[in-house]
């Protein structure tokens, strides 16, 4: 079975942080290719203004992706954080696929593209949660809640309940 984990990390919330390094160590161990976006630089470009620096990731990351056969694959997993779930649903509706979406701690510009079923965790001390959990509830989405997490879904000056969020929502995208 061929399977390939698609990785659009955050601003600033790069592979190197737990959520996603363990995504990527355990999509690893079963046997998943992997393509880790790395638009940081973009993202940091001091001479560019923000929308300049989205297009730009964009089109980075059509550039990694406009030549893999995605039909070839068995399973395509879209695992993204923040500002990368938007990109992870813009670029599955441009390429007319529907791979299995893990959204974690998404960003208002990716709500149009989380649907139910989709598998959806934000912490209820992200700014954009209000807003988040009023789009949920309209269309039935169920996501994964953590109680007092921010946007890293950690609890500020809390280790230990940090670390248990950090293992809890690594059972639950990883079921």
């Not at 068995?74 to 299995?100: C, M, Q």
Request: net charge negative; hydrophobic share 40%; with cysteine.
């Amino acid at each position: 079975m061929k399977k390939l984990a698609v990785m659009f990390p955050g601003v600033g919330y790069t592979m190197d942080f737990p959520l996603l390094y363990y995504a990527s160590f355990w999509y690893e161990a079963k046997g998943y290719e992997q393509i880790h976006m790395k638009y940081n630089s973009i993202l940091f470009a001091p001479n560019l203004m923000k929308e300049e620096k989205t297009l730009k990731a964009r089109d980075y990351i059509w550039e990694k992706v406009k030549n893999i056969d995605f039909s070839a694959y068995d399973e395509v997993v879209f695992f993204s954080k923040s500002f990368g779930t938007a990109e992870a649903g813009i670029l599955a509706e441009r390429l007319g696929i529907n791979p299995v979406q893990i959204y974690l701690t998404p960003v208002p510009t990716a709500l149009p593209y989380i649907k139910a079923g989709d598998t959806v965790v934000i912490g209820t001390a992200d700014e954009v949660y209000p807003e988040c959990k009023a789009y949920f509830d309209e269309h039935g989405i169920q996501p994964m809640y953590i109680e007092e997490a921010d946007h890293s879904l950690e609890v500020k000056g809390k280790l230990f309940e940090s670390l248990e969020i950090l293992k809890n929502v690594m059972k639950f995208v990883t079921r």
